[in-house]
């Protein structure tokens, strides 16, 4: 075999005082780092194989692994940087297309971070939640230019609409990219916290089949397991057309993770790629969109709302405008920092913009046509905690989808190896041995604390503001300011700066 330049990336140390050679790391690590070797009766660790997924870190009963970034620095050089360098010996040996997995990890600036939130002091007196009711309850869907009141009861007959009791969504996330295990967590949770989690683009598995209350069921250009019962079961139906970390371009499921059960829930043989197209081959203008919103309403009686999903691009705001005229009842924009199970890493770096910039500038858009009113706006693709969840909401955003954060919640360490089907923590794999690592009943609780904590973080940031309904802070970029921003930025995301 040809000599391979590739050089670590992490470094495994392993403190021998500590080390009680249970092997725990060796059972645990799929990559198969670990082994004992029983020639010197110690367990040894492959560093070129490590992908610091801390699995066995946080593991070992007496912590006795480190992993860190291996220390080889290449020469100082202020334009090639150590991951062009790296990503050139790979594909000088591959030929192959550079793989990666969930988000954009460049150091592009964080927006979220340059928004400040605003606090009442003395007047307009800040409201404390503990004591006080706070409405954060969300409704989903399009809504009437004008409301018809009679007998101090709503007499306008509203378009269906999804009610979230937290502004807060489990973004699309297929079966097959991820683990049932994963979705179970994900679908008991959402319903436990009264909001929703996403198909994505492979069908719902029939275990699911009970949790359609809290689901939205994704038509992609594959249109892999989309059948009637599927359209009925979900209480929303999305088209996606578009995702933050691979705009422009399809989907691709390798074969090897597509088991009996990935098969069956998908509608395609068992070990075939499953390949999505990268347009909806009966979608080529707004009106073929329009065509395929209406079909699935049609499909449905006219019970369900229909998304329209997209990512951030540069005249986001004018396809918005055209979805919106289209018919959608909301719009959901994934940013450039959002994650997946496998993308092309120069798609998923270099493509697409800032999630903060499109929803402002969609917003706006929105409002000057005078169509805000006929969608929702859903934003995700970088969602951290619920101060940006805030930050979304006085920017425009009707609620935000999170994904990344929510694995994180079931466990995931950001190792961004998705795409190989071996993570350790059971999220982004279909191997039976590793799938089972992922308690769904444990996972659940996780991911509603999540949301719960977040629920009462987002009412003490209103209550601050002396806001007591999300309602009244929609839109409301006055309780913002920005900070280490230009003029340009500013404009766009029309804010004032800190002092203003
Ligand atoms: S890949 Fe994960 S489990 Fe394996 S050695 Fe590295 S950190 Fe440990
Ligand atoms: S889901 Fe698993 S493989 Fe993907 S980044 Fe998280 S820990 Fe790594």
Redesign the pocket.
């Known amino acids: 075999m040809a000599l391979s330049y590739a050089v670590p990336n992490?470094l495994?140390e392993r403190d021998e005082s500590r080390c009680i050679d249970c092997q725990v790391?060796v059972r645990?690590?799929a990559?198969e780092?670990?082994k004992f070797d029983e020639d010197d009766e110690k367990i040894v660790?492959d560093t070129m194989?490590?992908?610091?997924?801390?699995?066995?870190?946080v593991l070992c009963p007496t912590k006795a692994?480190t992993?860190r970034e291996f220390p080889l620095e290449f020469k100082k050089n202020g334009h090639w940087k150590s991951d062009d360098i790296k990503s050139i010996y790979i594909q000088a040996e591959t030929g192959g297309v550079l793989l990666a997995g969930m988000g954009n990890d460049k150091p592009y600036p964080i927006y979220w971070d340059k928004m400040l939130i605003n606090a009442s002091q003395v007047t307009n007196p800040s409201i404390d939640p503990l004591r006080e009711p706070m409405e954060i309850k969300t409704f989903l869907g399009r809504k009437p230019a004008s409301l018809e009141i009679e007998n101090g009861k709503l007499k306008t007959k509203l378009p269906p609409q999804l009610e979230l009791e937290v502004p807060v969504m489990f973004s699309a996330m297929s079966f097959g990219s991820i683990s049932l295990n994963a979705h179970k967590s994900l679908a008991r949770a959402a319903r436990e916290v009264g909001t929703f989690f996403n198909t994505g683009e492979g069908g719902l598995h029939r275990d699911l089949a009970d949790f359609g209350d809290n689901c939205i069921v994704q038509v992609a250009s594959g249109r892999f397991g989309v059948h009637q019962e599927y359209l009925d079961a979900g209480s929303a139906i999305e088209i996606k057309i578009g995702q933050g970390a691979k705009p422009g371009i399809g989907g691709h499921l390798p074969g090897e993770k597509v088991g009996p059960e990935v098969s069956q829930t998908r509608m395609i043989p068992e070990g075939s790629d499953a390949i999505s197209p990268a347009p909806h081959h009966d979608i080529y203008s707004i009106e073929d969109l329009r065509q395929l919103i209406y079909s699935l309403k049609e499909a449905t009686n006219y019970k369900k709302p229909v998304f329209v999903k997209i990512a951030a691009v540069h005249n986001v705001a004018a396809i918005a405008s055209g979805i919106a005229r289209a018919g959608a009842d909301v719009i959901a924009i994934d940013g450039f920092r959002g994650g997946t199970g496998a993308a092309p890493l120069r798609t998923r770096d270099s493509v697409g913009i800032p999630i903060e910039f499109a929803l402002a500038a969609v917003d706006t858009r929105l409002r000057q046509e005078g169509i805000r009113n006929q969608v929702s706006l859903v934003i995700g693709g970088s969602i951290r905690n619920s101060s940006d969840i805030v930050k979304a909401v006085a920017l425009g955003a009707d609620a935000v989808y999170i994904g990344t954060a929510a694995l994180m919640a079931l466990g995931c360490h950001l190792?961004q190896k998705c795409y190989t089907g071996k993570c350790?923590w059971g999220i982004a794999t279909q191997d039976p041995r590793l799938v089972k690592r992922l308690n769904p009943e444990i996972g659940a609780r996780r991911a509603a604390n999540l949301l719960k904590a977040w629920k009462h973080e987002i009412k003490e940031l209103l209550g601050g503001m002396g806001i007591n309904a999300l309602e009244s802070l929609r839109g409301n970029r006055l309780m913002l300011r920005g900070i280490d921003l230009t003029e340009k930025e500013l404009e766009i995301l029309g804010i004032k700066a800190a002092g203003e």
Do not use: A, G, P, Y
């Open positions: 992490f495994i790391c645990q690590c990559n780092v670990h660790s194989k490590c992908v610091n997924c801390h699995r066995c870190v692994l992993v190792c350790n």
